[in-house]
């Protein structure tokens, strides 16, 4: 009986390959453990520490949700031989990746542009490292010399501890692509993470925060789960919080079949705070405006994690629902809520993913941002603003890395850097910019894009938030800057979560859209 114990105690040690490559080195710290970087207002290139974020790996996908979205339920036997060839396939689906894989040349030019690199100090935070995990199986399999040559060629047999080293760094990317602004040969190493994340998608390695959430999607419509009856009852509730207030019935419609506007917005906007005071905003916009509007139970969602995940197919399922909607209520312009990457998709995929949409009007013939939309507002006198409602604050604005390197905004070149902070002047007396080097073009990531937005990456996050945090401090210093405006519901949710490991209240961070509710005036028309 103790032989057949003690055999039993040994069996239950041995890890299967999924657990090898899934699990981290080292027990995951518990959040009380994790520490922000100090906050000098400066940004300065660390001192390497070789595997210093070795450790850090998001859960592994369950079988259940695996098998919903088309996946291995396990890490398949014959994954080493799977996995180069779907690396082949997106090759010679992607001819940009086969240009990425062969024109690098380790210039370091990208070396110290990640955040996650600076705040880390792990050189295989560096993009062009990251991005060596791939290129090593790509000669490895891929060119002749690194077929004869191996490893004198940089070539390396693609085995368990690389597995590892991908699952552990690939998701250690926000796909933010700030690297790639400064590539002398525009080398996109957001491509790059996206390719190595399909590709252990396909080999049975996923990752359980970003494929549950695309699985909600698909299962009822929306990031959070948050069923069409569910929905209904919390935008009556708020509708309630807003008459209030204001002591105006001011709707925010579901399922109105011919409304000017779809609105498309991230299903946090419903759920929590500080997402739901732009929702407020976006309410009392059309309210105040007299445009008819709606939201969509089918089409709750404007994020799109098939992105994150290199997956075209998972982004034109998600995507399918906007088109479903625009064909079912019919409306007339279609328009973005504040949500970074939800921008990017809607901006840069929708056309070729569910469009083109021939039945909107044609004055509006593509997807608008709701800042835009708002901004025009302002400009014709159709809504007014009163400065003075937001005389408590002085604001700043965070870029989000989706918005500012993936989109535009408006008519014009830039107008994804200028149309926000325009709407936030308008809406405040008091504003500063950060410095020149985290903001626009060249702005940071806030630490949580890409399905990094997980609890056991929160030192990842922490750390990867460092560059921005040091910018914010110095207008903090300078300027008592104590409200940080955003337009990325991703961006909300890693601010409210990592600000008090910075000793910085969490209500500091908030939506425009936040600053227009608080300073819209309500009510009848001159």
């Known amino acids: 009986m103790a032989e057949e114990t003690a055999a039993t105690e040994t069996e239950e040690k041995v890890l299967t390959d999924l657990e090898k490559v899934g699990e981290p080195i080292v027990p995951r710290k518990k959040a009380k453990d994790i520490h922000a970087p100090e906050l000098t ?9 070789e595997g210093a974020a070795a450790a850090n790996k998001p859960y592994v996908c369950k079988a259940v949700t695996m098998e919903k979205l088309d996946f291995p339920t396990d890490l398949r036997e014959d994954w080493h031989d799977a996995a180069i060839a779907k690396m082949s396939d997106l090759l010679k689906k992607y001819k940009s990746l086969q240009v990425y894989m062969d024109i690098c040349v380790k210039c370091g030019a990208c070396t110290d542009k990640c955040q996650y690199f600076l705040g880390t100090k792990d050189p295989k935070n560096m993009p062009v490292a990251r991005a060596e995990l791939f290129r090593k199986v790509y000669r490895k399999y891929f060119t002749t010399e690194g077929k004869i040559l191996g490893k004198l060629a940089g070539a390396e047999r693609f085995d368990l501890e690389l597995l590892g080293e991908w699952y552990s760094y690939f998701h250690q990317c926000s796909q933010c692509r700030r690297c790639s602004l400064f590539c002398p040969y525009g080398i996109d190493t957001a491509e790059i993470s996206m390719a190595a994340r399909e590709i252990m998608d396909h080999i049975g390695l996923g990752q359980k925060y970003t494929n549950d959430i695309i699985a909600k999607v698909h299962e009822v419509g929306n990031n959070l789960g948050m069923n069409p009856k569910a929905l209904k009852a919390t935008l009556e509730s708020t509708e309630e919080d807003l008459e209030e207030e204001t002591g105006q019935k001011i709707r925010l419609p579901l399922d109105v079949e011919g409304a000017e506007v779809l609105m498309v917005t991230p299903s946090a ?53 906007i088109n479903n909607a625009i064909a079912e209520l019919k409306p007339k312009r279609l328009i973005v809520g504040e949500c970074g990457h939800a921008w990017r998709i809607a901006y840069s995929f929708w056309n070729t993913l569910i469009g083109p949409f021939d039945s909107l009007d044609p004055n509006y013939p593509r997807p608008q941002h709701i800042v835009e939309f708002t901004l025009d507002l302002v400009n014709r006198g159709a809504i007014k603003l009163d400065k003075s409602a937001n005389d408590e604050f002085v604001v700043t604005f965070h870029d989000s890395c989706n918005v500012a390197r ?7 070149p830039g107008g994804q850097f200028e149309l926000p902070r325009e709407l936030i002047k308008a809406s405040c007396n008091r504003y500063v910019d950060m410095d020149e080097s ?39 210093e300078t300027h008592g800057v104590n409200f940080l405006a955003l337009i990325c519901a991703i961006c909300k949710a890693q601010f409210t979560k990592i600000l008090p490991k910075y000793d910085v209240p969490m209500g500091v961070a908030g939506g425009v859209h936040q600053l227009v509710a608080r300073a819209i005036e309500i009510g009848a028309k001159e």
């Open 41 to 49: 207002g400066e940004l300065k290139i660390p001192r390497i520490e």
């Open 269 to 321: 906007d419903f759920f929590a705070s500080p997402h739901v005071e732009s929702l407020l905003g976006y309410a009392k916009v059309f309210h105040q405006a007299g445009i008819s509007w709606t939201f969509s139970s089918a089409a709750s969602e404007a994020g799109n994690f098939g992105l994150f995940i290199g997956s075209y197919s998972q982004m034109q399922k998600v995507a399918s629902r």
């Open 406 to 412: 993936g989109t535009r905004m408006g008519d014009r």
């Open 438 to 476: 985290a903001i626009k073009a060249q702005t940071f990531c806030c630490g949580g894009g890409g399905g990094i937005l997980t609890d056991e990456l929160l030192e990842v996050r922490v750390q990867g938030a460092m560059p921005r945090m040091q910018a914010f401090h110095n207008v903090q």
